[in-house]
């Protein structure tokens, strides 16, 4: 696959590396959807689940879902960089195989938890060894061929936006009928069930880049000059401002939902979390089907425009969930708002690979997932206290705010640098990511 990179003539390496990437693709994107389903299943029904284990009041389950969730997202953003660096050095399907069966572990012993402060210690944990979708992305990012960018990272997140949509929906009725902790085995046989697929079925022809390379201090500099460019920059920042965005409600959301719900008549903590996991679940199936659309319409007018209207929608879609009134608007908005979200991410990961060297995506991709989890780790913790001290409502008010401030200054940063560069001359396919 790196192979291509270099130039090698399609005639004599084409035919059998496009089998392998489109093998490896197909089979990286059901993995994926399984092991998003394996983490989101607690998503629709974790406050109730602390609730269980000893927090005392919504307030408290609140604070108590924001630090966990704010937790396992501090740890990736420390780990996250040093695995790419690993996973440049000796492969990107080790470090998949690394992040599913280290989910497996967690997950699956969070349904033996006594205490809140179990689920904190194991998210923790799991912060630091797992991290499927970045190495799932390096790993497809150097073997898609150019013209297919789009495409296969939009496959992808279709994949994560699957899972997510599954996840929540399964996980509510799961808590429903068989109980919390036997819900989080559910998730860990998930997150089994994929590193098996990926164990089985990835091929990785991996070539190390030379130990110099990373080692010597004038090497380092040069190759690390790119790393400020200020696209890549504009984008790292984007995903930390999104991936805040996203956990500042994720935490609150099924009590919000419960707040709701008793405006309108709908109560009880197991109705909630069904109503939540409708909710979320519909978000992830419109995202999942926005995201192969757009992230194939990106590769034919461009993938900033697709950033920009996707992030310009997140945030206007966001504003109204602060004034609903009744559950079905906010499920509604949801479905919408994942529309949007299904044209952001796998344009901005486009965006990232058009700036980034093919011998250094372990690294960049390692970098923007811990983008991602400072925005991760801080959201939760904002958004938690927001709701703690100002209501549910403020949250999302706020959080479609962040969305249009951080839009706005996208389109000022895309309107003064130059455009990506066009496609590479014909007869050589670049590893993209």
Same mark, same amino acid.
């Given at each position: 696959?790196?192979?291509?990179?270099?130039?090698?003539?399609?005639?004599?390496?084409?035919?059998?590396?496009?089998?392998? =990437?489109?093998?490896?693709?197909?089979?990286?994107?059901?993995?994926?959807?399984?092991?998003?389903?394996?983490?989101?299943?607690?998503?629709?029904?974790?406050?109730?689940?602390?609730?269980?284990?000893?927090?005392?009041?919504?307030?408290?389950?609140?604070?108590?879902?924001?630090?966990?969730? @704010?937790?396992?997202?501090?740890?990736?953003?420390?780990?996250?960089?040093? =695995?790419?660096?690993?996973?440049?050095?000796?492969?990107?399907k080790p470090m998949l195989l690394r992040a599913m069966f280290g989910a497996l572990i967690t997950v699956g012993l969070m349904g033996l938890?006594?205490?809140? =402060?179990?689920?904190?210690?194991?998210?923790?944990?799991?912060?630091?060894?797992?991290?499927?979708?970045?190495?799932?992305?390096?790993?497809?990012?150097?073997? @898609?061929?150019?013209?297919?960018?789009?495409?296969?990272?939009?496959?992808?997140?279709?994949?994560?936006?699957?899972?997510?949509?599954?996840?929540?929906?399964?996980?509510?009725?799961?808590?429903?009928?068989?109980?919390?902790? =036997?819900?989080?085995?559910?998730?860990? @046989?998930?997150?089994?069930?994929?590193?098996?697929?990926?164990?089985?079925?990835?091929?990785?022809?991996?070539?190390?880049?030379?130990?110099?390379?990373?080692?010597?201090?004038?090497?380092?500099?040069?190759?690390?000059?790119?790393?400020?460019?200020?696209?890549?920059?504009?984008?790292?920042?984007?995903?930390?401002?999104?991936?805040?965005?996203?956990?500042?409600?994720?935490?609150?959301?099924?009590?919000?939902?419960?707040?709701?719900?008793?405006?309108?008549?709908?109560?009880?903590?197991?109705?909630?979390?069904?109503?939540?996991?409708?909710?979320?679940?519909?978000?992830?199936?419109?995202?999942?089907?926005?995201?192969?659309?757009?992230?194939?319409?990106?590769?034919?007018?461009?993938?900033?425009?697709? %950033?920009?209207?996707?992030?310009?929608?997140?945030?206007?879609?966001?504003?109204?969930?602060?004034?609903?009134t009744a559950v079905w608007q906010l499920i509604v908005l949801q479905a919408l708002f994942g529309i949007a979200a299904g044209g952001l991410?796998?344009?901005?990961?486009?965006?990232?690979?058009?700036?980034?060297?093919?011998?250094?995506?372990?690294?960049?991709?390692?970098?923007?997932?811990?983008?991602?989890?400072?925005?991760?780790?801080?959201?939760?913790?904002?958004?938690?206290?927001?709701?703690?001290?100002?209501?549910?409502?403020?949250?999302?008010?706020?959080?479609?705010?962040?969305?249009?401030?951080?839009?706005?200054?996208?389109?000022?940063?895309?309107?003064?640098?130059?455009?990506?560069?066009?496609?590479?001359?014909?007869?050589?396919? %670049?590893?993209?990511?």
């Amino acid at each position: 696959m790196d192979d291509l990179g270099k130039g090698t003539p399609p005639a004599t390496a084409n035919a059998p590396q496009r089998n392998v =990437w489109r093998r490896n693709l197909y089979a990286l994107t059901i993995a994926q959807a399984l092991a998003i389903i394996g983490f989101s299943l607690r998503e629709s029904f974790l406050p109730f689940y602390l609730k269980s284990l000893g927090a005392d009041s919504n307030d408290s389950a609140a604070i108590w879902s924001g630090l966990i969730s @704010a937790g396992g997202a501090g740890v990736m953003a420390i780990t996250a960089p040093l =695995w790419g660096i690993v996973s440049d050095r000796h492969g990107r399907k080790p470090m998949l195989l690394r992040a599913m069966f280290g989910a497996l572990i967690t997950v699956g012993l969070m349904g033996l938890a006594q205490a809140p =402060w179990h689920l904190l210690a194991l998210r923790f944990l799991e912060g630091a060894l797992t991290g499927t979708v970045t190495a799932t992305t390096a790993l497809v990012a150097v073997s @898609a061929p150019k013209e297919r960018l789009g495409f296969s990272l939009g496959l992808v997140s279709t994949a994560v936006f699957s899972g997510a949509s599954l996840g929540p929906f399964l996980g509510g009725l799961l808590a429903d009928q068989i109980g919390y902790r =036997w819900t989080f085995a559910v998730g860990g @046989a998930c997150l089994g069930a994929a590193g098996l697929i990926v164990l089985v079925f990835v091929e990785e022809n991996f070539q190390r880049v030379a130990r110099g390379a990373f080692t010597e201090k004038k090497s380092f500099r040069a190759n690390a000059s790119w790393i400020m460019a200020p696209i890549l920059v504009t984008m790292i920042v984007v995903l930390a401002s999104v991936r805040f965005a996203q956990m500042s409600t994720r935490p609150i959301f099924p009590l919000y939902v419960e707040q709701v719900g008793n405006l309108s008549g709908v109560s009880g903590d197991a109705r909630a979390a069904s109503l939540a996991g409708i909710a979320l679940g519909l978000l992830g199936f419109t995202s999942a089907i926005a995201s192969i659309i757009l992230g194939r319409r990106g590769d034919r007018v461009g993938h900033r425009k697709i %950033l920009i209207g996707s992030i310009f929608g997140a945030g206007l879609l966001y504003l109204p969930m602060a004034a609903v009134t009744a559950v079905w608007q906010l499920i509604v908005l949801q479905a919408l708002f994942g529309i949007a979200a299904g044209g952001l991410i796998p344009a901005t990961n486009a965006t990232v690979a058009e700036a980034t060297p093919p011998e250094r995506r372990g690294v960049v991709f390692g970098i923007t997932a811990a983008a991602g989890s400072v925005g991760g780790t801080i959201g939760p913790l904002v958004g938690s206290a927001t709701a703690a001290s100002l209501g549910f409502r403020a949250t999302f008010l706020g959080t479609g705010v962040v969305l249009l401030a951080v839009a706005f200054w996208v389109s000022y940063v895309f309107a003064h640098s130059a455009k990506p560069e066009e496609p590479a001359e014909p007869g050589i396919e %670049l590893p993209t990511g």
